[in-house]
């Protein structure tokens, strides 16, 4: 472990329990803002924001939107990751959970197209590009909160925490979705949708005292104490850690745009093209996001036992092999198999993915550049991938008569790109977690497990 200043105190270390906390309350209750718009592209925005004539156009225009939210990422990563390596992890996580909130809260008041006309679809873009920015360094600060938290063999579990409040934000979503679209359409679509994202404001309030009462970590307070922490962490970045930057952009690129062909694209297929009730994609995806829950930490402390680079080959390999089958399912109409599609997508090759990379991401960085690497390469790829892949699958699927075989070969298409990224990464289950430069992490990455964490 790097040494500090001589009489300079000891880290002060929050209690696992709280660390564990504040990575799933507060993650959790923050995804759950942002997995709202999702579902509400998919079922609300499509009829009341965006209205037209030609049902697709209305689709592809709400999806828009959910794009526009991805590509701001980076932009809010880029800042908060910046913010975070020179200021604090904890000050970070702060900041984003207010501003995704406020965001969240007010586009439930955001009129309908025939209430205010043009201003409607401008005021939901502005709030959407709100939500992402706050949601660049979400995920990202989370992860290194835990990572720099967790005990040197119990890394990779902790890393999962916030992948598992992913999903519970995901869970909560949807299944607030999948409760509402039982109502009576017309009511549904005037109020109903309203009343999650109103209720976004409590949540925040509970995420926001969990996370006021941790302490920052102790790789930053180290940092602090020898007087390392970079005055251009973007820059010391860009100049000394370009490949992990990549590394990471690359393995992205299945976990973002095949999970959100699941959430979002499938969602609007299963309701149009297929005829089924509106209810069946949230329903299969609530299920897909309970059963995500569990196996996230498992795959998460399995990289603890066998590295990170094998759990997430596996996921990205599994996800590669899953797409045909997943449609074929899908394409059956009966209600259980497509959610057992759903189950077995997200829950099993997804869940994979999300389970290695919070404890894999954080440690291909030196703790002075580690949240503005970790948010640059993923946010940049999650606004690529994620947020236009349920845009084009939507347009590829239109364009060939609503068949799902090009969706699925773009499926497979990003798995590959994620698959082949990761077979250039290194393997960091045991490297220093709080080496403050490259140089130190790499003289100790080969050290036994519970060394140097």
């Not at 590669?320 to 399912?329: K, Q, V």
Request: glycine residues 12%; neutral net charge; aromatic residues 10%.
């Amino acid at each position: 472990m790097s040494k500090t200043h001589p009489g300079a105190a000891e880290p002060r270390r929050s209690s696992p329990r709280a660390v564990a906390a504040a990575a799933l309350v507060g993650s959790a209750l923050e995804w759950y803002d942002y997995f709202l718009y999702g579902a509400a592209a998919s079922l609300v925005f499509n009829k009341i924001i965006f209205p037209t004539e030609h049902e697709l156009l209305g689709t592809l225009a709400a999806f828009a939107t959910l794009a526009l939210g991805f590509l701001v990422r980076p932009l809010g990563g880029v800042y908060f990751g910046a913010l975070g390596d020179r200021v604090g992890r904890k000050k970070v996580l702060v900041i984003t959970l207010l501003l995704m909130g406020g965001a969240t809260t007010l586009i439930g008041a955001v009129p309908s197209y025939e209430t205010a006309g043009f201003w409607a679809p401008v005021m939901l873009i502005v709030l959407r590009l709100a939500q992402g920015f706050g949601a660049g360094a979400e995920f990202g600060g989370a992860a290194v909160f835990s990572a720099e938290n967790a005990p040197p063999n119990r890394r990779g579990l902790f890393g999962s925490f916030p992948g598992v409040g992913v999903y519970i934000g995901l869970l909560l979503a949807s299944g607030v979705f999948a409760l509402l679209t039982q109502m009576p359409e017309d009511q549904f679509l005037s109020w109903g949708w309203r009343l999650p994202f109103f209720a976004s404001i409590l949540m925040i309030a509970v995420a926001l005292f969990v996370r006021l009462r941790i302490d920052e970590t102790p790789a930053f307070q180290e940092l602090q104490s020898q007087d390392a922490v970079s005055t251009s962490p973007l820059k010391d970045l860009l100049r000394e850690q370009r490949k992990p930057v990549l590394i990471v952009m690359g393995s992205q690129v299945a976990q973002s745009g095949v999970s959100y062909i699941y959430q979002t694209f499938v969602v609007t297929y299963i309701a149009g093209a297929l005829a089924m009730s509106s209810s069946v994609g949230p329903v299969g995806v609530a299920c897909a996001a309970g059963v995500a829950v569990v196996t996230t930490p498992l795959f998460g402390a399995l990289t603890d036992r066998v590295g990170r680079k094998p759990v997430y080959l596996f996921g990205a390999g599994f996800s590669a092999l899953f797409a045909f089958p997943f449609f074929a399912l899908v394409n059956t109409r009966s209600e259980g198999l497509v959610i057992l599609a759903m189950v077995l997508g997200i829950g099993v090759g997804i869940a994979a993915m999300l389970g290695a990379q919070g404890a894999f991401f954080s440690e291909l960085f030196a703790s002075r550049v580690r949240l503005s690497g970790l948010v640059f390469g993923r946010e940049i790829s999650a606004a690529i991938f994620g947020g236009f892949a349920p845009l084009v699958a939507v347009a590829i699927s239109a364009a060939a008569d609503d068949a799902t075989w090009p969706v699925a070969l773009l499926a497979i298409s990003l798995s590959a790109v994620t698959f082949i990224s990761l077979l250039y990464a290194p393997e960091t289950r045991h490297i220093d977690i709080n080496a403050t430069t490259t140089g130190e992490a790499a003289s100790k990455t080969n050290t036994p497990a519970g060394i140097g964490g």
